[in-house]
């Protein structure tokens, strides 16, 4: 699946119509990620909670996928686009994003094919871990 074909299927599973209705949290806001749950502080420094499994089970109906057809495989809670993942919550999704710093140091870095965000892809890959090792997986939109 495109990155173009997953944003459609939310869009019509949420009927949302712009990209600015999307719940925006940092990566670094979250406390705790347990079997059940994840756990993060919003912008106001509130403590919310998603619960993981009616994220698979909200991705799984947009998707049109049978708790059948998943049988034995990670329960997939959204997707993934460095740097970023979005959960499919039941109300809305939220993404949680690892800020990039752009300058003209970082540009440059670029320019002469270097990553400069090798920091943020180890974040960004050690909370993929994570989540796999509690039995759940993100579509990869790359």
């Known amino acids: 699946m495109s990155r173009n074909e997953f944003y459609k299927s939310i869009q019509e ?7 600015a209705t999307v719940i925006k949290i940092p990566l670094k806001n979250i406390v705790e990620i347990t079997s059940e749950e994840l756990i993060f502080k919003n912008d106001y420094g509130t403590v919310e909670k998603i619960n993981l499994d009616e994220c698979a089970k909200s991705f799984d109906l947009a998707q049109g996928i049978t708790s059948e057809a998943r049988d034995g495989r990670l329960k997939c809670i959204g997707g993934r686009f460095f740097p970023f993942f979005e959960f499919f919550t039941p109300t809305h999704h939220t993404r949680f994003y690892i800020p990039l710093k752009k300058t003209v140091f970082t540009r440059f870095l670029k320019k002469i094919g270097w990553n400069p965000y ?13 989540l796999n090792a509690l039995g759940f997986t993100s579509l990869d939109l790359t």
């Open 13 to 19: 599973a949420y009927h949302i119509e712009d990209e």
């Open 118 to 130: 090798t920091k943020e892809h180890s974040e960004f890959y050690t909370f993929q871990k994570k």
